[in-house]
């Protein structure tokens, strides 16, 4: 073998340590590999120093004499059930028989000797001279562990070894079989809209879909954006955070705390102020930055009024318990702040990290000087939106959806900065749908970085979108296993793939959806591996079923699998009425066509789904939404656009389309809710819904 030859070897062999697969199989069956330079890139974005193949074979050594010394991993699983299962292997010297302790979350400390948790006899290796012991421990030596994140601490003196135990129920909780109606918020349109629906509206959404038998109101990410300057980005999938809510969607009017401002009122009644919000709500294109602008001027003065109350009122009161328990909050705001005034850098390389205790004592503590400015506002900005997000969950389960990642100039990776990636961008590898690759700009979960926090991150994302959703949807749920990395300048094809430690993401998942009572819901469209579906069964996650992407004109509803949330399409595909009549005459009421544009084949297409399900679109939807409530499906979700058989998309993927995540409703909800042929259509799927949920009872 030649010189280069054995480098290129201990270059994919290091890459395999870190878990960067050197190769993956394409939507066409083909087996690709990654050049030597990727590997390298995207290596080198994980942190490994290596600076080319020439290098890889001193760069392996050393990672693996690390590996050898490796007391514990740093996270360990034990997963509950009717046989709990949890193991972990333990390194010690060959002699040694130290004190293992187990420090439960909110409970007392067990210590047992390492010979009481060994399953079986050690295994033995040489490393710098020494020999070392590898034991296999059984975790349930130590008892019954509750769902929890616990301590794992092996005592060898003066430095001991640390891991955390996640300890998760078997499944996730399973959640009603019911329907619902989904919409973006910002496309809602109420009575007294700003220009977007608000957090009201989407409690009225709820109160309609209750009124009607079902049990779901869904709607696209509401998470905080940067909406303006060089940071802005205005796509729900590519938020400033994910521990933080988008105030844009705030009902200003609705705040309790209104009524003590007079500065704030004024705003509200200020002829420039209505003008402006007149304008945003006769557009059909939503504007977020214009929205938000318009409430911020109600906005300021309020939060100024809200804190100057007395520190022991009870408003104030309600919030320094809020503060408390959010510190992730606190921080994001302060975070704002300072980008506000051009004092915080952002991304991964950021400093300052811990934002918090710098802002949390002036937030929450009445001695302190009380918060004033752009601090003031973002403070009572998050602390509203939660409130009002809160109050909206309380009259229907409520169905969020979770993005994949975060800005890269956003807040998450400040706050958590060894748990992102630097240097490369999560993506997706060539397939049916982007022959060329897609990078979405969003920097990846550092795998390592994870487990060394014990994917605290993680744990704490969940736990915010958990607190007011019934339901999450987990986009791409593919990143619980494994993420497309593409390092800065290359294109989206020169990737890798790398794995997470997917027992330990998935454990995460779990408990934090039993302590919340949610249900998951895993993204799997596309090319998915067997793996990951297998997983999500494993788990009691349910899959997403979308109709456009199996159904046919000679298969027009195919049956979605029992396990699923059922809708006829995504936020990234056309309307019913798009695909069922793709080239109508005119747009929707005689107006221009649609901006997903005529197709070639449109009229053998239309007469094809016209033979289907037959000669008017209004009665396709209602046969297909109707067959569907009557499958065995967890979930199924109507959008509301179908309702007047919209035909233009809320998104055009992989294009950079003004219009992207901006197209409003045609019609308020009112005027829905007073249609006679909308009732008709939703009683039926009510009927429908109810029928097939009293059959599966029965069987």
Known sequence: MSGAARDVGALRRLARLHGVQHSYTGVDGTRRAASAEVLVAVLRALGVPVSGTAGAADALRAAQAQRAHTVVEPVLVHRQGPQPRGHAE????????????????????????????????????????????????????????????????????????????????????????????????????????????????????????????????????????????????????RPASRLAWNEAFLDVAALPDLAGSAAASAALADPEVRNRVEQLRTSQQCSLPGVLAAKRRVLEPLADSFFALAPGSPRRRAFAAWADAHPEAIAYAGFRARLERGAERSGPAAAAPAAAPAVTPVATRGTARP?????????????????????????????????????????????????????????????????????????????????????AHLAAVLRHAMRHAAVVRLDHVMGLHRMWFVPDGASPADGAYVTYRAEELRAVAVLEASRSGTSLVGEDLGTVPDTVRRAMRVDGMLRTSVWQFGATPADPVPAP?????????????????????????????????????????????????????????????????????????????VELGDLWLERDPQNRPGTADAANFRLRARRTLDELRADPEVASLLAAVDRARRTAVAQVARS
């Open 371 to 455: 918060p004033a400015g752009a601090l003031a506002y973002h403070l009572y900005a998050q602390f509203a939106a939660d409130e009002q997000l809160g109050a909206a969950a309380r009259r229907a389960a409520l169905y969020l959806d979770l993005p994949v990642g975060v800005h890269p100039a956003g807040f998450d990776p400040v706050w958590a900065p060894g748990t992102f990636v630097s240097g490369a961008s999560c993506g997706a590898p060539p397939d049916d749908f982007f022959a060329g690759g897609q990078v979405w700009g969003l920097p990846p979960l550092h795998p390592e970085g994870s487990r060394a926090s014990g994917h």
């Open 90 to 237: 333990i390194v010690v010297p060959e002699d040694a028989d130290p004190w293992v302790e187990l420090r439960p979350e909110g409970g007392e400390p067990v210590r047992r000797r390492l010979r009481e948790l060994r399953t079986g006899a050690a295994e033995h290796h040489a490393a710098d001279g020494r020999v070392l012991a590898r034991h296999r421990i059984d975790l349930g030596r130590f008892g019954t562990l509750v769902p929890g994140y616990h301590r794992l601490v092996v005592d060898l003196g003066a430095v001991p070894a640390e891991a955390t135990v996640v300890a998760a129920p078997a499944r996730c909780p399973a959640g009603r079989r019911s329907w619902g109606i989904v919409a973006p918020l910002y496309a809602v349109r109420g009575p007294d809209d700003w220009g977007t629906g608000s957090f009201t509206d989407l409690g009225r959404l709820a109160d309609w879909v209750v009124q009607l038998g079902g049990g779901v109101a869904g709607t696209l990410p509401l998470y905080a954006a940067f909406l303006e300057g060089p940071r802005a980005d205005h796509s729900p999938y």
């Open 561 to 637: 699998p029992a396990d699923a949330v059922a809708s006829l399409g995504t936020h990234d595909t056309v309307p019913f009425a798009a695909v069922v009549d793709p080239s109508p005459p005119g747009g929707p009421n005689g107006g221009p066509p649609g901006r997903h544009g005529p197709e070639p084949a449109a009229a053998h297409r239309r007469v094809a789904w016209q033979a289907a399900l037959g000669p008017t679109v209004a009665g396709a939807l209602r046969q297909v939404l109707v067959q569907l409530a009557a499958s065995p499906a967890r979930v199924v979700l």
